[in-house]
Nanobody, 126 residues
Framework: QVQLVESGGGLVQAGGSLRLSCAAS????????MGWFRQAPGKERDFVAS????????YYADAVKGRFTISRDNNKNKVYLQMNSLKPEDTAVYYC???????????????????WGQGTQVTVSS
């Protein structure tokens, strides 16, 4: 399994932007489908975005479609989440996740991912 470490969270005003990064250890990152999930206080951990191992398939939750973009750099063992036009309802802890067995070609579920990071807090003020 890869080890995942998120960074880039913080406090931003509504309408602003943030770019989250997830750094993965290990030599097999390029075989992993990667995803981002988020969890607001008192709520379930929800899917945000995913990207297949070679980047050709992406999925987005309806709530972020058109505002967030997931990308990856397999040479750097990193996956990114560019978040634009942020809203207060985007406030949550954001988790990076990955799995080599999930091909990424169906709508992602939490159980499709076996490796998880510790999360990074994103707070959007109104």
């Amino acid at each position: 399994q890869v080890q995942l470490v998120e960074s880039g969270g913080g406090l931003v005003q509504a309408g602003g932007s943030l770019r989250l990064s997830c750094a993965a250890s290990g030599r097999t990152f390029s075989s992993y489908t990667m995803g981002w999930f988020r969890q607001a206080p008192g709520k379930e951990r929800d899917f945000v975005a995913s990207i297949s191992s070679n980047g050709d398939i992406t999925y987005y939750a309806d709530a972020v479609k058109g505002r967030f973009t997931i990308s990856r750099d397999n040479n750097k063992n990193k996956v990114y989440l560019q978040m634009n036009s942020l809203k207060p309802e985007d406030t949550a802890v954001y988790y990076c996740a990955g799995d080599p067995s999930y091909s990424g070609n169906w709508y992602p579920r939490r159980r499709d991912f076996g490796s998880w990071g510790q999360g990074t807090q994103v707070t959007v003020s109104s």
